[in-house]
Structure formats: structure tokens, C-alpha cells
């Protein structure tokens, strides 16, 4: 690797270039160069995050105040762990502060995590049957918040990674649906595109507000972007169906 210096305004700022590799695609050697100079990436290693990730959701939670303290939090897909890092201290779940309520992070994912403290991590797949069973026995009863940095594996096809991550955030949904509390939150990453307009419609009749963010840690040519679906009520309308049927 070689550091080309650039100058500021009396401040010298270094960029980190990166040398092909025998063996290693140019595509690669550009994603690893971008990694290297990315400042969230930067920030993330100075402040003890396990990845960029964990600024989107600090970004959306200064936004909306759903991690909460005393919040349950289910944490889909949490590997490498950035997000309940984040969790585990907005909502005390380490009673760090004795004057607040203390709060759950459950994480769950399938592969191993690394253990962090104040988090209850599992191995586990969300879409086992009994899945939704699990995490309200883990936690005790229904969470405050599920939410999902999940991607499904890329294919490189752009549609095909469009309908993918939209089904994979359908599927995370109707996990919520089951372990939300009342008045409960829903964030997940979802991509820009046009095939979610039915997931939209979902989410704004089964919660009271609907936003769709993109947070300045997400990269500006990448099409994700992140809905915050707060309010959940989707209980309390199958309830008055119910009831209107037995009428």
C-alpha cells in the first residue's frame, strides 16, 4: 500500500491507495481502497464499533427516539454486532444509568457473533417456525423494537437484488407482526427501486407513521435506504376485524 498526501487549509490529509494484488480483481482492490479512506469506516475502529453500520442507526435513532431506555430490542441479521453495540447503551441494558429503566437486546443471527456485553446473542434462523415462539420466550414477552440491517446475498444482477431484499424485508415484517409490542417500532434496510410499493402500503395501514430515510452513512451511490415504521397497531386492527366478523 502507498499514502498520497494531499494538502487543506494547513492540514494534511492522507489517502490510502491500494496496489493490485497477483490474484486479486480490480474490483476488489477498489472496494478494499474504499474501505480504507471511507471516514465512517475510520470513525468506526477509533470508537469501538464493528462496522459503519452502526452510524445508520444512530442517525435514525437521533431522528425518531425509538431505542429507548427499558426498550426490548430484537436485532435480525445482527452480525458483526455494530447495531446492538448502539442498542445496548441507548436503551441501559447494562444499567449503566441507575436512574433509567434497563432494556433487552436480543441479537440474533446465522452465524456466531462475538459476545457483546449487554446483549443477549443467539444462533438462530428468523424464519424457523418456531423462531417467533424463541425470541418472546428470550425476551420475556413482545419487543419495543425489531429492526434489520439484513441484505440478501448479492447476485450482481441489480432487479434480481432489488426483488431479493425486498422479500427478505417482507419476511422480517411478518416476524414483527408477531413479536411487536403495541405501539411498537419496525426499522430495516430496504433498496430504492419500486417493487415495494405493496411492503409500503403494509406498513402504513399496520403502523401509524411511515418514514423512509437514507442516513449519511449510506453510501451515496448505493440505493439502500432505511423505513422507520413506528405505532405498530397492526394487532389491535386484526382485533376489531375479529370482532366485526362476530357481529
Not at 432494556?103 to 456485553?117: M, N, R, Y
Amino acid at each position: 500500500m502507498t499514502e498520497k498526501p494531499t494538502s487543506g487549509r494547513g492540514q494534511r490529509e492522507l489517502r490510502v491507495r491500494v496496489k493490485t494484488a497477483k490474484g486479486r480483481k480490480l474490483s476488489s482492490t477498489l472496494w478494499l481502497e474504499r474501505q480504507l479512506n471511507d471516514p465512517y469506516v475510520i470513525r468506526a475502529k477509533k470508537e469501538g464499533y464493528r462496522g459503519r453500520a452502526a452510524y445508520k442507526i444512530i442517525d435514525l435513532d437521533d431522528r425518531y427516539g425509538f431505542l429507548k431506555p427499558g426498550a426490548r430490542v430484537v436485532d435480525l441479521g445482527c452480525a458483526p454486532g455494530g447495531w446492538c453495540q448502539v442498542a445496548v447503551v441507548r436503551v441501559n441494558a447494562l444499567g449503566q444509568n441507575p436512574k433509567k429503566p434497563v432494556g433487552t437486546v436480543l441479537g440474533i443471527d446465522l452465524q456466531e457473533v462475538e459476545p457483546i456485553a449487554g446483549a443477549e446473542l443467539h444462533q438462530l434462523d428468523f424464519l424457523d417456525d418456531d423462531a417467533d415462539a424463541l425470541v418472546k420466550g428470550w425476551l420475556g414477552g413482545r419487543a419495543d423494537v425489531v429492526m434489520s440491517d439484513m441484505a440478501a446475498a448479492a447476485s450482481g444482477h441489480k432487479a434480481t437484488d432489488h426483488l431479493r431484499i425486498v422479500a427478505l424485508v417482507e419476511a422480517a415484517l411478518a416476524f414483527a407482526f408477531d413479536v411487536l409490542e403495541d405501539d411498537g417500532t419496525f426499522v430495516a434496510k430496504v433498496l430504492a427501486g419500486g417493487a415495494e410499493n405493496e411492503m409500503q402500503a403494509l406498513l402504513k395501514k399496520n403502523f401509524r407513521k411511515v418514514a423512509n430515510v437514507k442516513p449519511p452513512a449510506s453510501r451515496a451511490d448505493s440505493s439502500e435506504k432505511f423505513v422507520v415504521a413506528m405505532g405498530f397497531r397492526g394487532r389491535q386492527l386484526q382485533a376489531a376485524a375479529e370482532a366485526e366478523d362476530e357481529d
